[in-house]
């Protein structure tokens, strides 16, 4: 990782010297003492502590300058950049907002949040399969988003990877699609189990497809009785009141005395 | 495959912890990994064989506690074990339960020298 980012932590490890002095037989007609020396290094630390380390610097930068920053998880094509366009369209005399795009390949999502006029900068993970708290620090230190705003981080579109690492982000939003089956919660629960808001988009599709709104509640609850839920759909705009309500509520922008 | 990001951060600390013991060598590395943490052992030997190719770990050996999952219900404090994020509590059937063990994913010790 790069120097500016403080990665380099000093975290507290604590050693444990032993050596071992035995006497040593040999083939040979006499005997000596070896000194044998290991160190064990007691090192106890979490694997991500390094993202979660740069993480938590997001989320202080996020909170001291009162940014939402939203993370939005879901499987490709569950409508995540869709339901940004409509929403930035739709919100753009309210609040000032950003996006981080993250895809493997190509910057056609930026260019569909572009034409919005939101200023996007795109994460190409190349064989990555996920966004981590280091991407988002650069793509967040080039973009220098204003206090009161809303930052949308558009993760790659996978169910798995991306619920390991944390963001920074203040909510986590997972988006599915009723294309999709009703019992995906529990195919894929630890995304379902990290988030805060499940947005079920498509919801005009319903007629055309096998897809139960109970169930899929039902199972998302089992994996995570806490998580609300949001049925929208971005062609109709169904739905979509609730979900802004939903964003003012959390931006809490301090009024103007 | 986010397991392979999880080995490269694996290799870092090593790297870093063997650096500041003025080590050259890891005999030895001791991993907790929870059955609940997101880790799929198969991708995870994948991804180890290739990642620590000429780095410290190459020819270290390799010891894994696998830590099963516990839960314990939120409504009727029963603790027991846990295969699935999904799981209700088996004594009264609710699914307000926390997970206590089994999302370790840690470097728990280096032997060096």
């Known amino acids: 990782m790069c120097a500016t980012c403080g990665c380099d932590a000093n975290a507290s490890s604590s050693i444990r010297q032993f050596g071992e002095n035995h006497p040593h037989p040999h083939d040979h007609d006499h005997s000596h003492d070896h000194t044998h020396s290991k160190t064990i290094i007691e090192v106890e630390k979490d694997v991500l502590y390094e993202n979660n380390l740069l993480a938590q610097r997001n989320r202080g930068y996020f909170e001291a300058k009162n940014i939402l920053a939203l993370n939005l998880v879901s499987s490709p094509g569950s409508g995540k950049t869709s339901l940004l366009e409509r929403t930035l369209t739709d919100l753009k005399d309210q609040f000032t907002c950003y996006v981080i795009e993250g895809d493997q390949q190509t910057s056609r999502d930026a260019d569909r949040i572009h034409a919005t006029g939101t200023r996007v900068a795109q994460i190409n993970t190349g064989k990555g399969c996920h966004l981590d708290a280091h991407m988002i620090l650069h793509a967040v230190q080039g973009m220098k988003p204003a206090e009161n705003s809303i930052l949308f981080i558009e993760n790659v579109g996978n169910l798995v990877c991306p619920a390991m690492f944390d963001l920074g982000e203040k909510e986590r939003v997972v988006i599915i699609s009723v294309t999709e089956g009703d019992d995906k919660p529990i195919k894929y629960p630890d995304m379902f189990h990290t988030s805060t808001l499940c947005i079920i988009n498509k919801i005009d599709l319903l007629p055309y497809v096998p897809f139960s709104m109970d169930k899929v509640k039902e199972h998302a609850r089992q994996v995570n009785p806490t998580l609300s839920f949001l049925e929208v759909s971005c062609t109709s705009g169904e739905g979509l009141p609730a979900w802004y309500q939903w964003l003012k509520e959390k931006i809490q922008v301090p009024e103007q005395v | ?113």
């Open chain 2, 1 to 113: 495959m986010h397991e392979l990001s999880i080995v490269m951060s694996i290799i870092r600390i090593a790297e870093t912890e063997s650096a500041k013991n003025n080590a050259i060598k890891v005999e030895e590395i001791e991993l907790d990994i929870g059955a609940l943490s997101g880790i799929e052992m198969t991708a995870f030997d994948f991804a180890w064989q290739q990642a620590v190719r000429a780095t410290l770990l190459e020819h270290s050996k390799r010891k894994i506690n696998h830590i099963p999952g516990e839960g314990q219900c939120m409504d009727c404090a029963a603790l027991f074990p846990m295969q699935q994020l999904y799981e209700p509590c088996p004594v009264c059937g609710e699914h307000f339960v926390s997970v206590q063990k089994g999302k370790e994913l840690r470097v728990k010790s280096l032997v060096v020298n």
